[in-house]
Nanobody, 119 residues
């Protein structure tokens, strides 16, 4: 069965950096688009970033563009989210998703990893 397991969430100071990982199993990882969403307290889940199977194409939310970088290692079945220059507004639970295309999320989600940005 499809499994997505996020890790790397932590408490980080504003301006700091963090790298999230999502380990995938149960499907042919290298053939799927992958991406990240996040959900802050009291808010709806929102798109963060996505990446094509071949690494060639990426898509970012305007709020994170230039600060976050999505990448993947198809040999390790893992997708990453490098978060730089984090802000308090980045505080949320971050979820990994197996996308249907660069712009369309799919039905499979991980359990989430908590990122808290505070001084």
């Amino acid at each position: 069965q499809v499994q997505l397991v996020e890790s790397g969430g932590d408490l980080v100071q504003p301006g700091g950096s963090l790298r999230l990982s999502c380990a995938a199993s149960g499907f042919i990882f290298s053939t799927y688009f992958m991406g990240w969403f996040r959900q802050a307290p009291g808010k709806e889940r929102e798109f963060v970033a996505s990446i094509s199977p071949s690494f060639r194409n990426t898509n970012y939310a305007a709020s994170v563009k230039g600060r976050f970088t999505i990448s993947r290692d198809n040999a390790k079945n893992t997708v990453y989210l490098q978060m730089n220059s984090v802000k308090t507004d980045d505080t949320a639970i971050y979820y990994c998703n197996r996308f249907r295309s660069l712009d369309v999320p799919g039905d499979y989600w991980g359990q989430g990893t908590q990122v808290t940005v505070a001084s």
